[in-house]
């Protein structure tokens, strides 16, 4: 077995092949430690960049990308001996069946790692480059290279190896291995697809061959300190998940070897090709005879055959469409007969089901497979086989004659080159549109079987086998190009790789974002039911004729350098060439007088009618204004006290004017001498009239403007300004910019059009890495809580140029559609061909509201005096009756709860799928259709959440916090809005759904909280100073109000909030802060529980509660039930290190029966509140009925790090 | 029809000097090619099949310019390459439709019609389902020839096509190809002499690019007439033979090499006069010895 093993090597160690991987692999790592253009399995974050955690991540993904080359390896050591014909020396020397076996897979496995050591080269270098950055590397841990090696590198080689070296010495085919080896990563993508739903955890950790999912699990909470610690060490499921599959793989090892054999392929073949030349020299021998006899009768024999018949051609024409047509066919099933094309065709047939049975969203909730939802799945799932499949059959065909060698044959016969390149072109194209065809047969089959019907064949034909054969056909040209031009098989397969590969990215590393240059690129566009591809059609025209005029002429070239006959020098082609294209220099002449009309036409319309910049251009642009115009933060300006709206909305032609009549009001207390406007970035020549002013800077590329005034404002003064603009478009853009304003479904907030008074640091870059690498100082997220600041009291977190305005909207739209604005209808009607409507919001409320206008259906109910709305369109009314139950439910509780609510309308509007929120504005909500519009609900009975309801109630809630409590522009004045929201949204839900649902929310709600801890680019806060931080002001406030509510109890909460509505509500600056709540709750809060604020909303704390064992027995009168439990309490600093506590805290502990079909705990049996001071208790309970559980905090208030270890299942009864 | 050759020349890349000012003339009939390998056959033979182009030197058949108009060429002509291979898997009815489409028979029923009756011709009709792939070598070589004669061509190349057959398969061969009608042109290049003698009128004898005969085969014999001697010698004597005389061709018969001289008259020394064969004078020409 030594032999073999050390052969292995030593062949291996003296090629390049190892050599050349371990260099890439080195190169890729150094490239992803080094910098932040090469990303290798998702971003780091402010972890270190060669942080163990990290390298053992690189060896992870490096061992999946590795397949193909283990596969190469595994492949050529199996078959080498076959290939090369030495087998019939090798097997019949006297050499043990296992020591060839083995010695030849351990050797060409221990080769298969040695390019993985180039992760830890890689990362040992990386931190040395000149363009690192220092401060993002830590010291160097060893202990993340050997655990990445041996937790991944060897395992994952080793049990890969053994299914493509099974693979390899059963079938002693290439074409096998390779697919096999494809079919192992498909099966791994598939097996991740289900972690997206929580549910199924346990399945897919033992689905996951290569240890990723496993790790997960266990790096999933981590924090950002941990990870910069140390690796994931083999323990728990990890180390289980790896033994497991080595083991699997051991077996499957000695498997195929009892099934190798020395003799094995051999017999069969010749046993078949004895057979067949038996027949055939049956076959001879009876023509010999016949012909021997046939020469013996002569005269018979030779007057038969002497009848020679004259079949002369048909006169020739130049060109026939039933050779076309012939070739065509007999090229297409070159690539569809062929086993390889089926089965790879399968396997991404497979990926794509896979795709499409997982159609969940957030929280584990259904979405209805809406047909652009399919379309989407199908070009994620799919799209990378067919481009596989172009790639590899663009060689077969090309190379088809030459393979079998029958090309001299074919290259003498009359037919014209043109017409064997165009059947081989027509072939590819077709089995690329017969692929696509069926991919959407599979989605129409996978929408039936989730029970949808609506199929939009007209989207599937649109989107699959238009668009996108088209973008496939230019690819399909290409591949023919390389491999005609460059005559070689090898270099044509790496040249297209190569060309796809570059044109992907190297255009924005140049900074070029024209749709002209990147070959095949054409505007970005994105189907919308409300809107099909309305804005985006002339940009898609345009573009899809210039690229199909270029393809021609691509073609013509690659005619020009068909391969025919034996002539393959580069001069003898080029004068072939040179005469071909002359031959057809009229159609050439067109083609180009064409396409570059068409070029000149795009260029027209993108370049000249409108223009764009590049996103580093518009990154240049904000650090040019911060430098700038920074200097003017915090300069007084008066603020808009009432606006008064003239829009005219032309949606058909996506056209818009629109007219303000604004009043600002000095609040400031000082003389203000000059207007300072930030503009918005709608509108072509925006006009601001300001009586008695003069513009003295209008900065045009950084659209900042100074109007100074004559007479300077004095404190209290009001000055009335007129705003106008117009929006027009004209042709199309490289890329559509404002798909707010559209045929139907145009939806714009006021910031998009009018200007905002003075600096506005939302402008500013906000990631803090690019703002050190454009040399701009340090940024905090948010200022810092401080409620003595009342300066910075003064404005809102929304905006500084305002604080409760009055808004008056007069709109007009095309006479088929609703305008909607803010506030009450009072008057609509129909004028010119156009409809008008006015509206006045009843109330002053923050200036931060839309202007919306479609075709839409309206479902309208009334409570309490107030109109319940929707607007919707046809096609998605199915949850619009459970989105008007949700706002009644909301407005019940929160009037009854919060105080009144002061609009006399609450409208939900469904807008186009190019934004995926939704949003509260004064007495709207604006409501994407791609969420909630088309979630699928049916489930909701069995134990699912209902997603429409909650949002609607979450922005019903905002109404209130946010729209009349806004808090200041500090740290935690989001718990004002964003948390309260969410705890408002939950009573509400419990109180339809029940407390058993609350649990599985919550659980999602920790689950996202500990991961956002995880990726925390820059430090984690309290509740109360959270700063633009989701994870801590949606997901962990979720979690804490409600713990919160269950111990001090929902009377005292709202009670809290009650104060706070009643004291804050629409009322001037200083706006409140964070520590206004506090004092709130600290009020409603008994003294025994006043710990829970410091706790839960001034500090970051952990709990770690498990039951650690429990037991059952049966007792006279029912059960005796006994549990221990362990709990830790933790606080947590800003980066993740956390210190011990001592327990003083009370917790749920609980004992429950059997849960029904869709619940989770089952009816308590006993659940009290004990106050824990010590880790350890146990507990003891007697209870009549049969127990199934037991936990501690078993509904899980507390963050906890392992959730699911605080309940356990109760066994030996 | 007349095919003439003038002054080709084909080097290529590699250096090697394929075609050396070769000139010829062909008539209709079988014409011979003989040479060893190397000589040169096959690039004439690829050269004439519109397949390779020459450095310089023209082509004529009749009044159609060979070396240009290969597109007129094409739809006369009929083509066996010396190695050819064919699609896996497809019947020889398959692939001598295909082949008959691309050679511009579009029309079906005619097309079968032609079909079968090639299939009859080279007598492969009862195998004509079977794939092509799994034929032994004869029968192989026997649809080579029944694809070259899809539409009755004018000019009929056949480059090397008995090698590897066994003496019945050739004969059956040439058979066939002996039917071919008698106004067209079937130039057939061999290295096995025998061959040419039985089938051929005209002949041509290359070597290293280079025409070194042509003419009739009885004129070529005439060459040589009554100039070639013969004796048996042995093993140790050859060097000295070979010194001595023109050695033309040195076989082993009985296990002894038997040698044949070239000269003027009859040597002595042991040696008989022996009965001219082609091989002699291609054996002759080759070694520059007359």
Known sequence: MWVFFTYEIRYWLSRPMVWIFLGIITLLVMGAVSSDQIQIGGGVGSVYKNAPSVIQTYYGVMSLLCLLMTTAFMNASANRDFSTGMYQFVFTSPIRKRDYYFGKFFGAALVAMIPLLGVSLGALIGPLMPWAQPERYGPIIWQGHWQGLLSFGIPNTLIAGVLLYALAM????????????????????????????????WLANILDPFGFYARGILTKYKTIDELNAAATPLS???????????????LVLLGVYTRFSFSLRNEKSTRKAAGQRADDAAGDRSDDRSDDRAEQALGQSSAKLAAVRSFAAPAQQHFSWSTLWHLIVFECKAILRNQVFVVLLLIGIINLV?????FTGEYGLAKFPVTYDVVDTIRGAFYLFLIGIITFYSGVLVWKERDVNIHDIQDATPVNSGLYFSAKLLAMLFAVFLVLATAMLVGIVAQMAFGYTTFKIGVYAQSLLLLDMLEFSYLVVIALLMHYLINNRYIGYFAFVVFVVLNSFIWSALEINSNMLPFGAVPFAIYSDMNGLGPFIPGLVGFHSYWFLFSLLLCLVIYSFFIRGRETGMKHRLRTASLRLRSRSALFAVLLLLFLGCAGFVFYNTEVLNEYTSSKEDQRRQKEYELQ??????????????????????????????????????????AIPALHFTLAALGDSVQIDIPGSELTLDDKRLTYRIYTLAEPMQPGDSLRITVRASAKTRGFENEVSFTQLTQNGTFFNNFDIMP???????????????????????KRRMPVLNPADSLTRGNTYLASDADWVEVHTLISTAADQIAVAPGSLLREWEEGGRRYFEYQLDKGSMNFYSFISARYEVARETWNGVDLEVYYIAEHAYNVPNMLNSMRKSLEYYTANFGPYYHKQCRIIEFPRYADFAQAFPGTMPYSEGIGFIADLRKVNEGEID???????????????AHQVIGANMQGSEMLSESFAQYASLMVMEKEYGKDRMKRFLRYEMDSYLEGRGSEFEAERPLAMTESQGYIHYNKASVVLYYFKEMIGEASVNAALRQLVDTFAYQQPPYPTSMDAMAAFRSVTPDSLQYLIDDLFLNITLFSNRVVDADVKAVEGGYEVSFSTYSEKFRSDSLGKSSDLPLNDYLDIGVFAKPGKNEELGKPLVLKRVKVDKAENSFVFTVSEKPELVGIDPYNYLVDRIPDDNTEKLSGL | MKLSIEGLNKQYANGVHALHDVNLDIGTGMFGLLGPNGAGKSSLMRTLATLQDADSGRVMLDDLDVLKDKDAVRRILGYLPQEFGVYPRTSATDLLHHLAVLKGFTASRERGEMVDYLLQKVNLYEHRKKAVSSYSGGMRQRFGIAQSLIGSPKLVIVDEPTAGLDPGERNRFYNILSEIGEQVIVILSTHIVQDVRELCVNM??????????????????????????????EKEQLETYQQRYKVISNKLVGGKPQIHVYAEAGPGDGFVPAEETLEDVFFAKLHQLI
């Open chain 1, 170 to 201: 059963l079938f002693r085919n290439n074409i096998v291995s390779f697919v096999g080896a494809m079919l192992i990563l498909v099966l791994y993508v598939v097996s991740q697809g289900f972690t997206e739903d929580l549910e199924k955890e």
């Open chain 1, 236 to 250: 728990g499921p990890f180390l289980l998940n790896r033994l497991a599959w080595l083991g699997i793989s051991l």
């Open chain 1, 354 to 358: 896979a795709s499409l049975t997982s």
């Open chain 1, 629 to 670: 115009y920074k200097q003017y933060e915090g300069l007084a300006q008066p603020r808009w006290v009432s606006l008064n709206y003239d829009i005219a909305l032309y949606p058909y032609s996506r056209d818009m004017t629109f007219k303000t009549d604004a009043v600002l009001v000095n609040k400031s207390g000082e």
């Open chain 1, 756 to 778: 905002g008074l003075g600096y506005n640091s939302n402008n500013e870059i906000s990631d803090k890495n690019r703002r050190a690498k454009l040399g701009l100082p340090r």
């Open chain 1, 947 to 961: 997603m429409v309801f909650y949002i609607v109630a979450h922005e019903m809630a905002h109404q209130y916090w």
């Open chain 2, 204 to 233: 041509a004898i290359m070597d290293k690019g280079q025409v070194l005969y042509a003419g009739t085969t009885d004129d070529a014999l005439l060459l040589i007439q009554d100039k070639v001697f013969e004796k048996r010698v």
